[in-house]
């Protein structure tokens, strides 16, 4: 029998949770039982949305559409990749992680650090535990992020980029828009980690309650705030937005040093003070 669009939607919310309840699969250190996030937030998208070709367009080329990377992935599959949706989260810091950053003026906390590497892993856990479940449903399923094609690229109009982008795709479904630090603030706020799965599945797309890519920044919005560009210790965000290949040097010359000498052993490319202690942190500054 076949699922409603609603039960699908329902299903797959209820995947994503129970996978986040276990305390075993969501820790924030393989040996702590703290996890590494709050609640999640999940939206839709079709993956025929126009947005996607837009977005396209705007980064370059090289940029995945869903349905691209659907077929990239399914090669031999002879069925219309329809429907096709996007299924995109956020995962947001806790507050202890925040409470510990927000103190933080050059270097990132431990538990930062710790969410950008063990959380991160969590995260892409999750985008497989997702893609196998859907397929082993006789719903083919792809997590771009995983993907061995997935690679990086410059973009002639943002600089760094990538085949595929977990903040566009967030903003794509509903989840959020950009602020002036690059960040997409959610409604939890910039602080967070991001994941999405794209699958031949019926869903509603969510609807974007926003008027522009920018419209929840105080300072897209209002003209005022800029607090993201004080917090940042590198200089890499400015009234004119984010520095990429600042920021990156910052993290490659003393924050990933940093992490891998003090705090894990491992180099991580741990920062993200412009994520906390501003006030898109954790809910939406503009409504
Ligand atoms: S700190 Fe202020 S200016 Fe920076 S992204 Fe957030 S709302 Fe926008
Ligand atoms: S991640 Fe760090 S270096 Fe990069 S913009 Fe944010 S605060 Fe600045």
Excluded at 93 to 111: G, L, M, N, V
Excluded at 169 to 183: K, N, V
Aim: contains cysteine; proline residues 8%; hydrophobic residues 35%.
């Amino acid at each position: 029998m076949r699922n409603t669009v609603a039960e699908n939607a329902e299903w797959i919310a209820s995947i994503i949770h129970r996978y986040l309840d276990d305390p075993k699969k969501h820790a924030i250190a393989p040996s702590l039982s703290e996890p590494a996030f709050g609640e999640p937030l999940i939206g839709f998208g079709n993956g025929k949305d126009p947005v996607f070709r837009q977005l396209k367009k705007l980064i370059g080329p090289f940029y995945w559409t869903p349905e691209e990377i659907f077929r990239l992935t399914f090669p031999g599959d002879k069925h219309p990749a329809d429907p096709l949706s996007v299924i995109s989260w956020i995962l947001p810091q806790t507050e202890a992680t925040k409470k510990d950053s927000r103190r933080c003026k050059k270097y990132p906390s431990r538990r930062w650090t710790f969410v950008r590497l063990h959380g991160e892993n969590v995260n892409a856990r999750l985008r497989k535990h997702l893609t196998d479940t859907l397929r082993r449903k006789g719903f083919p399923a792809v997590a771009p992020m995983l993907s061995p094609l997935w690679q990086r690229e410059h973009s002639h109009a943002f600089g760094l980029a990538s085949s595929w982008s977990e903040r566009h795709t967030a903003y794509a479904c509903g989840l959020g828009t950009f602020g002036l630090s690059d960040g997409l603030i959610t409604p939890k706020g910039k602080a967070v980690r991001i994941g999405s799965v794209v699958a031949r599945i019926e869903l509603s797309p969510s609807p974007r309650p926003y008027r522009d890519h920018n419209a929840y920044c105080l300072y897209h919005a209002r003209g005022k705030c800029g607090k993201c560009v004080k917090r940042c210790p590198a200089g890499a965000i400015s009234l004119n937005g984010h520095d990429k290949e600042k920021c990156k040097r910052y993290i490659r010359a003393v924050t990933a040093p940093y992490a891998r000498a003090r705090q894990t052993g491992v180099k991580v490319n741990s920062c993200g003070l412009c994520q906390t202690g501003v006030p898109c942190e954790s809910a939406i500054p503009v409504k």
